[in-house]
Every structure is written in structure tokens, then in C-alpha cells.
């Protein structure tokens, strides 16, 4: 076999591969849609108060390094702290409510968000404080943009927003965490990202040199521009490019609102920087980890963990352990 006629059955087969991959996601698609047409979506929001497990921490640690007298004597004073603190109950201490946000690509945390956002604000009154745990690399705008509109919702309702980076909150992150009155951060954190990115393959001189047409047809100027089989035009480049500059001037104003004290056109270069860095160009503004902040602040406020849990109908499950077990193939 000559190396041209591998590389055209290789090429057949991946297009055969492409095509089967398409048909099983519009069959996935058509299935998770006629699910969801016969029962409406349904999930809950569960509240976990905190301070009871770093308290039982607290105690198993300590418990373990005292001698039996000790123990017994810490034990006393234990059941008197509790006593006391139950006659206390009904004065008023600080309340700290927690959400993770774990975002992907397309923010798909954004339909637990506005559900936990929700119940934050039914019950949380002003100048209540809010921590956000964001672990986020960015991905598409409009879906992170909701996100961050999801944010300002608390603010709306006078309440104190925080945003805890222990890992990342990059590009559609940033965007999400700018918005934050207080934004802390581990040392090594990735922050920043601030730019805009788009790319996709061409194929077009491939299947002209097969004699492939790609045919597209379209109404109005600008409905399509660059694409991945017909040919690309200068100026279809010129238009995406243009585009491009206006979200990211977008992304640019987002942040020169929320966070005035940063020199905006030194770090909207697409660059990304670890806590420390960030610090140092104000996109942070403490180096201090969400389990840091909380284990600090448990013995004087009641702090809640709020999540939204939705129910999956099954064909979706089935859908998404395919999806799954398809990636994990690649």
C-alpha cells in the first residue's frame, strides 16, 4: 500500500469516525430533550452548617495529644461551652454562607449557581457575608458572563462577596471573580488570563485537492465567517478579529468597574500569573487559602454551605456515562 493511499483511507476513516461521533450526539440530544419534555427537571438545595466539623477536627486532634486527666478536664469544659452556647442561641452572631463553583468550558455550575444564589439571598441579610470557592480556567463568554450576572445578584442585595481562588480563576474565572468585593488567593493560584481566544481547523485545501466541494449558503452579510471546510476570506479573519476586540474591550470595562486599583492595560494580555504575582498587580487582594479563611473564623460565626442538587432523569445519565466513557476513549 503507497503512503498516499494510507493517508486517504486514514483520512476516510476519521471522517467516517466524525460522522458516527455527530449522529450519536443529535441521537443523545433527541433523547435527553424528549425525557425532559415528559417530567419537569427537579433537584433540592441542601444546607450543611460547617462549624460542627472543623469543631469535631478541632477536637479529635486535640483529644489525642492529652493525657487521661487532661482529657477528662477538657471534656468538662467542653459540656460547659455547649451549655453556654446553647443559653446564647438566640443572640446574634456573624453568618457565612458558602458556594463552590467548579466550572467548565460551557460553565455548566452556572444552573446550580442561580438556584444557590437564590436561596443565599431568600434567607441572608445585608452585609451578611458570602464566600465563593471558584475553581475555573474560563471557556465560552456569554455562559461565564451569566455566571458572573449571578454574582451581582448578592451584591445587589447589600451583601459582602468573596471570592476564594485555591487553584484557578482564569480568563471567563477572572471575569467571574472580578466582580467580588474581596478576592483572596493561594500563593500559587493561576489568575488573570484576561483575553479573548478563538481557533478551528481548516479543511478546505483537503477536499479541494479531492475534489470536494463545501457548498454554504447564507443570508446576510456576516452569518457566517471563518468556517471549517469552505474557504476562509480576509475579510470573514478582519470580522472575527474586530469581534474579538470588542469582547475583549468588554471584558476590559467588566473589570476596570469592579476593580478600579488595577493599572488594566499591564495585565489584559492574555498572561496568566500565580496568587503571589497577582497580588502584586492588584487582581488579588490577600494570599490566603478558602480553608485558611474559614477554619480562622468558625468559633465566632455560623458558617452554611449551600448546594443545589439536581436529579438527572435517567436517559440523561446514560447520555452523559456515554459521553464519558467516549472522552476517556480519545
Not at 34 to 60: P, Y
Not at 261 to 272: L, N, P
Amino acid at each position: 500500500m503507497s503512503l498516499s493511499s494510507f493517508f486517504a483511507q486514514y483520512g476516510l476513516f476519521i471522517v467516517q469516525l466524525l460522522t458516527a461521533v455527530v449522529l450519536f450526539a443529535a441521537f443523545a440530544g433527541i433523547v435527553v430533550l424528549v425525557a425532559r419534555r415528559g417530567s419537569e427537571e427537579t433537584g433540592s438545595i441542601s444546607v450543611q452548617k460547617m462549624n460542627e466539623k472543623f469543631e469535631q477536627m478541632r477536637d479529635a486532634v486535640t483529644d489525642v495529644m492529652l493525657d487521661k486527666k487532661e482529657l477528662r478536664q477538657k471534656k468538662k469544659a467542653r459540656r460547659r461551652e455547649r451549655k453556654r452556647a446553647t443559653k446564647s442561641e438566640h443572640e446574634k452572631r456573624d453568618r457565612i454562607y458558602v458556594i463552590d463553583f467548579k466550572g467548565d468550558l460551557h460553565a455548566s455550575a452556572t444552573a446550580s449557581l442561580r438556584e444557590e444564589v437564590s436561596a443565599v439571598t431568600a434567607v441572608a441579610a445585608a452585609g451578611e457575608t458570602v464566600l465563593l470557592r471558584l475553581e475555573n480556567a474560563g471557556g465560552a463568554v456569554h455562559e461565564h458572563g451569566l455566571a458572573a450576572s449571578q454574582l451581582l445578584r448578592l451584591k445587589a442585595k447589600q451583601l459582602h462577596l468573596i471570592v476564594a481562588v485555591d487553584k484557578i480563576a482564569a480568563s471567563g474565572g477572572y471575569l467571574m471573580a472580578c466582580v467580588a468585593d474581596r478576592i483572596i488567593a493561594a500563593p500559587f493560584a493561576v489568575v488573570g488570563s484576561i483575553g479573548v481566544l478563538m481557533q478551528l481547523p481548516n479543511f478546505h485545501r483537503w477536499l479541494e485537492s479531492r475534489g470536494i466541494d463545501f457548498e454554504q449558503v447564507t443570508a446576510g452579510r456576516f452569518k457566517r465567517t471563518l468556517t471549517v471546510f469552505g474557504e476562509n476570506t480576509k475579510e470573514a479573519r478582519e470580522k472575527v478579529r474586530t469581534e474579538l476586540e470588542d469582547i475583549h474591550a468588554l471584558f476590559k470595562s467588566q473589570i476596570a468597574e469592579h476593580r478600579p486599583q488595577v493599572e488594566i492595560d499591564s495585565v489584559a494580555t492574555g498572561e496568566h500569573w500565580y496568587g503571589m504575582q497577582a497580588l502584586e498587580l492588584q487582581l488579588v487582594d490577600e494570599l490566603m487559602t478558602s480553608d485558611e479563611y474559614l477554619s480562622d473564623r468558625y468559633a465566632r460565626a455560623d458558617i452554611y454551605r449551600f448546594e443545589y442538587k439536581r436529579k438527572k432523569p435517567l436517559p440523561e445519565r446514560v447520555v452523559a456515562g456515554a459521553q464519558a466513557l467516549f472522552t476517556h476513549w480519545q
